[in-house]
T-cell receptor, first 113, second 110 residues
Framework: NAGVTQTPKFRVLKTGQSMTLLCAQD?????MYWYRQDPGMGLRLIHY???????AKGEVPDGYNVSRLKKQNFLLGLESAAPSQTSVYFC????????????FGPGTRLTVT | KNQVEQSPQSLIILEGKNCTLQ??????????LRWYKQDTGRGPVSLTI?????NTKSNGRYTATLDADTKQSSLHITASQLSDSASYIC?????????FGAGTRLTVKP
C-alpha cells in the first residue's frame, strides 16, 4: 500500500505558466482534498471531491481547477501561475466525511517566480 | 481571525522532558478535534481524534485533553524523544469541513 502519493515533489514555474499536480490514493477512499500550506498559517482547503466525477470549492479556490475522472486520482491545475501561489500543496483522502481520518500525501513544493 | 489558535508558536525542550501544547478554538458547532504531527517535509499524520463528549485520548506518550465548555484542548508529550521534533497541528471539525491551526513547532534537543 503506497497510501497517498503526489507528483511532482518540487516544481519551479514562471509567472503565467500552467501545470498540473497529480494525487493518487490506493485505499479506495471516496473523499479527496487539495490543501495549501503557507508559513505561519494553517492548511487551507482549495478544492475537494466527494466521489468520482464530483468536485467542490473549498476556502481558497481562486486560480485553481480540479478534476476527479477516476476514483483514485485527483488533479489540481494552475492555469496561469502567480507568485502568490508559491506554497506547499498537500493532497489528502478519507473514507467519507472528514470526521473520519484523513491521510495526507508527502506534499509538493511549488515556487512561482 | 483564525478559528483555531495554537500556542506557543514554537517550543524548545530537552530530551526526556515533558511538554504541553495548547489549542483554543471558536468553531461552533463542534464535531471532533484532532491533533496531527507533521515532520519537516512530510504530510501531517493523525495522533488523536476526540469527539465533543470525550475528555481525554492517549496514543503512547501523547495524551490529548478536551474541554468543550471552554473550547480548549491540549496535547501533552511525556518523556520527549528527539523524534518528537515536528510541528503539531490542532484541527477542529464543525460538520463536514476542517479548520486547521497554524501549528506549534517543537524542537527536542539532546
Amino acid at each position: 500500500n503506497a497510501g497517498v502519493t503526489q507528483t511532482p515533489k518540487f516544481r519551479v514555474l514562471k509567472t503565467g505558466q500552467s501545470m498540473t499536480l497529480l494525487c493518487a490514493q490506493d485505499m479506495n477512499h471516496e473523499y479527496m482534498y487539495w490543501y495549501r500550506q503557507d508559513p505561519g498559517m494553517g492548511l487551507r482547503l482549495i478544492h475537494y471531491s466527494v466521489g468520482e466525477g464530483t468536485t467542490a470549492k473549498g476556502e481558497v479556490p481562486d486560480g485553481y481547477n480540479v478534476s476527479r475522472l477516476k476514483k483514485q486520482n485527483f488533479l489540481l491545475g494552475l492555469e496561469s501561475a502567480a507568485p502568490s501561489q508559491t506554497s506547499v500543496y498537500f493532497c489528502a483522502s478519507s473514507w467519507t466525511v472528514p470526521q473520519y481520518e484523513q491521510y495526507f500525501g508527502p506534499g509538493t513544493r511549488l515556487t512561482v517566480t | 481571525k483564525n478559528q483555531v489558535e495554537q500556542s506557543p508558536q514554537s517550543l524548545i525542550i530537552l530530551e526526556g522532558k515533558n511538554c504541553t501544547l495548547q489549542c483554543n478554538y471558536t468553531v461552533s458547532p463542534f464535531s471532533n478535534l484532532r491533533w496531527y504531527k507533521q515532520d519537516t517535509g512530510r504530510g501531517p499524520v493523525s495522533l488523536t481524534i476526540m469527539t465533543f463528549s470525550e475528555n481525554t485520548k492517549s496514543n503512547g506518550r501523547y495524551t490529548a485533553t478536551l474541554d468543550a465548555d471552554t473550547k480548549q484542548s491540549s496535547l501533552h508529550i511525556t518523556a520527549s524523544q528527539l523524534s518528537d521534533s515536528a510541528s503539531y497541528i490542532c484541527v477542529v471539525s464543525p460538520t463536514e469541513d476542517m479548520r486547521f491551526g497554524a501549528g506549534t513547532r517543537l524542537t527536542v534537543k539532546p
